[in-house]
């Protein structure tokens, strides 16, 4: 596991977006997994900006995303899938048809076995990931299998709160119950892994990640197992790490 501690959320972006532009500059057809939350926003920023002045084209990139809200169209305006046009899609010159998000609207049991095999066709040569404040990756809350793949979760209470303070202005009862979510499986088969996170809440977690035991209470443990990862974290983030 590489470790990068940066003084900020600004430089971890920074950081980040040369992660992921590499990977972009070296592989024009690579397949990116994408993530929600407030963590990468700047990040695809910072890709945006890139590929206006410098011409970085992802007409043959496949994106695939790690989760989406059970419930929730693609068109509603907190639905990942709508996050991602407006945070990214809309900015660079992706192809819609290249675009995969689950389903959160459809048959429970056909979305899932759909993304599978997905993500079988498709290789991932990079999985971005943010870390929830319990640890979770995607939406693996505590508990979720290291062998699961794409499934429907009950979110936790916490995590509830946590999206319901960031994106639903407060309002715990707006935020669906239920989430699709690539499973810890399909996460540890990307090539490689790119973990960001920022903030006092995420100290805990990231100390189980990088210096704790592997457990199923906190999922992002399973990357230890992973032979490329780099985790990219601010100084808050990284205050309970002691080796
Ligand atoms: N499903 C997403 C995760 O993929 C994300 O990592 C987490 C952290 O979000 P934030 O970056 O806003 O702290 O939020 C949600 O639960």
């Known amino acids: ?107 429970i049991q056909e979305s899932c076995d759909d993304y599978n095999k997905l993500l079988a066709e498709n290789p991932i ?11 979770h990756i995607g939406f693996n809350e505590p508990g979720t299998s290291f062998d699961s793949v794409t499934h429907m979760i009950e979110l936790k209470e916490s995590t509830r709160q946590d999206n319901a303070r960031l994106f639903f202005d407060g309002k715990i009862d707006d935020v669906p119950t239920h989430a699709i979510t690539m499973g810890i499986s399909n996460i540890m088969q990307a090539k490689k892994v790119l973990l960001v996170a920022c903030g006092e809440n995420k100290a805990e977690p ?8 592997k457990t199923t209470d906190v999922p992002a443990s399973a990357l230890q197992d992973h032979s490329d990862v780099v985790v990219i974290v601010d100084k808050a983030a990284a205050s309970l790490l002691t080796k």
């Open 206 to 213: 990231i100390k189980v990640l990088v210096e704790g035991q």
């Open 125 to 135: 040569d990079i999985q971005l990931l943010g870390i929830g404040s319990n640890g």
């Open 1 to 107: 596991m590489k470790l990068i501690i940066v003084e900020n959320y600004e430089e971890a972006s920074v950081e980040a977006s040369k992660v992921m532009l590499e990977v972009v500059k070296n592989n024009p057809a690579a397949n990116l997994g994408l993530a929600t939350g407030s963590t990468p926003i700047r990040m695809y920023e910072l890709m945006i900006e890139d590929h206006k002045e410098n011409g970085t084209s992802y007409k043959d990139i496949k994106s695939f995303n790690l989760d989406e809200y059970f419930g929730l169209e693609a068109s509603h305006p907190q639905s990942y899938h709508y996050f991602m046009n407006k945070h990214l899609f809309s900015g660079i010159d992706i192809k819609l048809e290249n675009v995969h998000v689950p389903n959160g609207a459809g048959e």
